[in-house]
């Protein structure tokens, strides 16, 4: 099967600027996820949609981040604006089945100058 | 909250050595436990897991128990080789995926 398509792969913008990444999970995984990867740190979770509808968006700066996911197919992360600590990488992540596993892509690597 | 704590990197050993990295965690209820493997310039990759108390996960000739007393799910090889170089992640799912900070690991031919 076909894995998680992420794209950029990298992004280069100065602070204030926006960004927005994009996600097209495994097809037929209902839930989806982004995540937030800090050089050094373990990826923390920043919003968990099962199908089109958000069931955890807890850690989600929402001042600055926003996320939606049309369809509940392919899905949008976007920052605006930008601070210099949210140079990460942004995973994005599909499962299946809640407690199992979770499918990742290769992520997208933004630096904020 | 849930929480997953890791032992520090690096971890640095010769090719053929024994490995153990140390995880525990912190959770209610009975979490499902994973171990990810993200290999340089890669994304992360499930490597094994377990998904209640006394389960052996095992993959690529690496193994975890899911030791429910002490709240543990220690990563072992019994010999590395050197493309096992790579960050290894622990992570509890709850009712979501939980990861610990991370352990590198360094294999010196």
């Known amino acids: 099967e076909a894995g998680v398509a992420q794209s950029p792969r990298y992004k280069i913008i100065e602070k204030r600027q926006s960004v927005a990444f994009w996600c097209n999970p495994i097809s037929g995984h209902a839930t989806l996820y982004w995540y937030q990867q800090i050089l050094g740190q373990g990826p923390k979770l920043l919003i968990q949609?099962?199908?089109?509808?958000?069931?955890?968006d807890s850690q989600l700066p929402k001042d600055r981040f926003s996320a939606e996911r049309l369809k509940g197919v392919d899905s949008t992360l976007k920052i605006q604006p930008a601070k210099l600590e949210d140079s990460a990488v942004y995973l994005c992540?599909?499962?299946?089945?809640?407690?199992?596993?979770?499918?990742f892509g290769s992520g997208t690597r933004l630096t904020v100058v | 909250g849930d929480s997953v704590t890791q032992m520090e990197g690096p971890v640095t050993l010769s090719e053929e050595a024994f490995l153990t990295i140390n995880c525990t965690y912190t959770?209610?209820?009975?979490?499902?436990l994973f171990w990810y493997v993200q290999y340089p310039g890669e994304g992360l990759q499930l490597l094994l897991k377990?998904?209640?108390?006394?389960d052996k996960g095992s993959n690529k000739g690496f193994e975890a128990t899911y030791r429910k007393e002490t709240t543990s799910f220690h990563l072992e090889k019994g010999s590395v080789q050197v493309s096992d170089s790579a960050v290894y992640f622990c992570?509890?799912?709850?009712?979501?995926?939980?990861f610990g900070a991370g352990t590198i690991l360094r294999v010196k031919s």
């Open positions: 377990a998904t209640k108390a006394d």
């Open positions: 949609f099962q199908n089109n509808g958000v069931v955890d």
């Open positions: 992570a509890l799912n709850g009712n979501k995926l939980v």
């Open positions: 992540a599909s499962s299946l089945v809640l407690v199992e596993g979770y499918t």
């Open positions: 959770a209610t209820g009975y979490p499902s």
